[in-house]
């Protein structure tokens, strides 16, 4: 207790001390965040390529459906279109690009983890720790095609040689891929919000390689 003058009295020195605010103690500084390897980010890699061929086939199919559908109504043969959709072109593969591209980007932009990087249990953030952003991912996605020369060489050793095992995609588009366990459990994004983004990334997927085969048709 205080006299008058404003002084602490020497015998409640301790219940002083005991009322200090917790809140004036630092926290320990939380343990920086651990890039995730080149493998394992090559097989999460791999399970997308084989995403977007399903994604391929599925549009595929559907469009020649649809072609069957319409040349019986109107009365005319599907096989000229059919051959059209079946040919290998630059336009084709132009659109295959652009469609797991256009995955990628939303995927991880918006969750940070496409299926293959779910399955892996790895996720895309920024370099500070923040959920990935649109404009982040677009560049690493971009920068990949540059990092999977030679097989992945490219990655592999700019990987080897930065300490948050970052690509020239991540250096760029200032992202880093980490464990999903990694992350506090209050900044992990929902599974909800993976399901839209994978939505999101499946249909843009879809819709380009259909636009180029409605493409191939009308031609």
């Not at 002083?16 to 394992?40: I, N, Q």
């Not at 069957?68 to 059919?82: E, T, Y």
């Not at 020369?149 to 880093?176: E, N």
């Not at 209050?186 to 493409?215: C, H, K, N, Q, W």
């Amino acid at each position: 207790m205080a006299d008058p003058t404003g002084r602490v009295a020497p015998g409640n020195t301790v219940a002083t001390v005991m009322t200090l605010d917790l809140r004036d103690v630092p926290a320990e500084p939380a343990a920086p965040l651990e890039g995730v390897g080149f493998w394992r980010r090559a097989l999460a890699r791999g399970i997308d390529l084989l995403v977007h061929m399903l994604v391929g086939t599925v549009t595929g199919i559907v469009a020649g459906l649809l072609l069957v559908i319409g040349a019986a109504l109107g009365g005319a043969s599907p096989d000229a279109g059919l051959a059209a959709m079946s040919g290998n072109t630059l336009t084709s593969f132009a659109a295959a690009l652009l469609g797991a591209t256009a995955m990628h980007v939303l995927c991880e932009g918006l969750h940070g983890s496409t299926i293959g990087k779910r399955l892996c249990g790895i996720i895309v953030i920024s370099e500070d720790g923040r959920p990935s952003s649109l404009g982040g991912a677009l560049k690493r996605d971009v920068a990949y095609y540059a990092d999977a020369m030679f097989f992945g060489l490219i990655a592999f050793q700019k990987m080897a040689a930065s300490p948050k095992r970052q690509r020239i995609g991540d250096i760029w588009g200032r992202t880093m891929v980490v464990r999903i366990a990694s992350l506090d459990p209050s900044v992990r994004p929902s599974r909800l919000r993976f399901a839209g983004a994978t939505l999101a990334g499946l249909t843009a997927d879809g819709l380009m390689i259909f636009l180029e085969l409605a493409y191939s048709v009308i031609e």
